[in-house]
């Protein structure tokens, strides 16, 4: 079947401009920079939210209690196994209907970003702290430091080691994550990218720049991820 | 944007939601998920959309993906950079991007204008890359010796791939391919973005002619069918895990 004719292969090659032609004019280049500053923010404020709730709930996962370790449980798992997607509209139109809560997609996007990977984060700690030695929390308790004590001063400086390289890749999944808001409307730069392609039809370049835009954020992120698990694992041996 | 100002509207705005939770036990908006007729005709066909996605993308990314890590192994440079690069640029990139880019591009060319075909193609080059990444890992963790030994045993390259090494790697990347399933099942989701009827925008349109409206419960439904599916993935996964496990203590 095919279907191209004459008019939509035009299209395809961009009805004749230069490669770039379209990318390159001002006013377009600065709308796609413009929705790679909001990927930049939705992706720094939900990583805060996502390590927040993953320190705590990683925490709670490992506790004496089993109540509290139930939660971090559910917690985990619920999120972890249900789409990103669904989870952002959610809080996008589900609210909004019922309650008469407005959250403007930015705010829906970043509690569904920070709590979705907040999930995920807290695995990697979990796995931080049991990846600490028992004798090192025996000995810190026969020391005489209080649970709080052992958790703060022995397990989380240990873990922490372990727990940097996960976390980076994490982090490199959750900025590409971000690009799930633009089905919420948040003017970020996959928004923007199909905003300036539903009006130029330059499809090959707008994509093009859009997915160099996150390469330019993944990428570096990857450098410094492998260059961070180097190291460490060098002070481990 | 002022950071302390963004931190306080949505924290005001925390009681608020939390307190619309209650509309969530409302039994008139949970009516239509008592008849027949919208599990038959919303729930099971949309499932039926994301199940089929997930399972042709899957299968030709599991085919793609160790074909592409071959190449990512293999002796001669030539070949193993420009798979590198390619199977590196797709894993960095978001899959909406790839599934926005694959339902303009197909139609455009002539190859298809089901946005169906077009997403599962997305998903399907997407898992096949990180696939590749997985598989070749698992590749590269199998001891040097044994293709040392096996090649002096006078089995050519291909022999030692095909009888020593690949039948063990294939086993360990086991684990992560189940995690990759789980991922792909819940990124066939994205699909909805470009008009594909399955699961969660069977759901949206379900809400959206309800009346009373109920955007809450129809994603919760959504939420738990993804859930089911995943958190038995992952036990399944897990209890291979420990069984292979066993198996090896025994040796």
Not at chain 1, 158 to 172: C, W, Y
Not at chain 2, 13 to 29: H, K, Y
Not at chain 2, 149 to 176: K, N
Request: proline content about 5%; overall charge positive; hydrophobic content about 55%.
């Amino acid at each position: 079947m095919l279907t191209a004719t004459p008019t939509t292969l035009a299209g395809a090659v961009g009805a004749g401009r230069a490669f770039g032609a379209v990318v390159t004019q001002p006013s377009n280049l600065q709308l796609l920079l413009q929705g790679l500053w909001v990927t930049i923010k939705l992706a720094a404020f939900s990583l805060i939210l996502a390590l927040a709730l993953g320190v705590v709930f990683g925490v709670l996962r490992t506790v004496p209690l089993r109540p509290l370790r139930a939660a971090g449980t559910a917690y985990v798992e619920f999120f972890r196994n249900t789409p990103l997607l669904v989870q952002m509209y959610y809080w996008y139109f589900g609210l909004p209907v019922l309650a008469g809560v407005t959250l403007p997609g930015f705010q829906a996007a970043f509690l569904a970003l920070g709590i979705y990977t907040g999930a995920f984060v807290a695995e990697v700690v979990r796995a931080g702290i049991l990846a600490v030695s028992p004798g090192h929390l025996e000995a810190a308790r026969s020391l005489g430091l209080s649970y709080l004590q052992t958790v703060r001063h022995v397990v989380l400086p240990q873990a922490f080691a372990t727990t940097v390289p996960p976390l980076g890749n994490l982090a490199i999944a959750m900025t590409k994550n971000t690009s799930v808001a633009s089905a919420i409307a948040v003017q970020d730069v996959m928004y923007n990218g199909n905003l300036l392609n539903s009006r130029t039809f330059a499809t090959y370049e707008v994509f093009a720049s859009v997915g160099l835009a996150y390469l330019s954020l993944t990428v570096p992120l990857s450098v410094l991820v492998n260059r961070l698990e180097r190291r460490l694992t060098r002070f481990r041996r | 944007m002022d950071q302390a100002a963004f931190v306080a509207t949505v924290c005001g705005r925390l009681p608020a939601v939390c307190r619309s939770m209650e509309t969530l036990f409302d039994p008139r908006r949970w009516a239509a998920f008592t008849e027949l007729s919208v599990w038959q005709n919303t729930v099971l066909v949309g499932l039926r959309a994301t199940l089929s996605m997930a399972a042709i993308a899957m299968v030709v990314s599991l085919v793609a993906g160790l074909a592409l890590a071959l190449l990512r192994v293999s002796p001669f440079a030539a070949l193993r950079y420009p798979v590198g690069l390619l199977v590196e640029t797709i894993r960095s990139l978001p899959v909406i991007l790839l599934i926005f880019f694959s339902s303009l591009f197909l139609p455009r060319v002539g190859l298809a204008q089901d946005p169906f075909v077009a997403a599962t193609a997305a998903l399907a080059v997407y898992t096949a890359a990180v696939n590749a990444e997985i598989m070749r890992a698992g590749i590269t963790a199998i001891e040097r010796g044994q293709i040392e030994a096996a090649r002096s045993l006078g089995m050519t390259y291909a022999q030692t791939m095909r009888h020593v090494i690949l039948p063990q790697a294939l086993q360990r990347v086991v684990p992560p391919q189940v995690s990759q399933l789980i991922t792909l099942l819940k990124d066939t989701s994205l699909a909805a973005v470009v008009g594909v009827n399955e699961l969660t925008r069977k759901m949206q349109i379900l809400y959206q002619f309800e009346r009373p409206p109920n955007p809450l419960q129809a994603l919760f439904v959504a939420a738990c069918i993804y859930f089911i599916l995943n958190y038995s993935l992952s036990r399944l996964s897990r209890r291979w895990e420990l069984g292979v496990g066993g198996a090896i203590d025994l040796h």
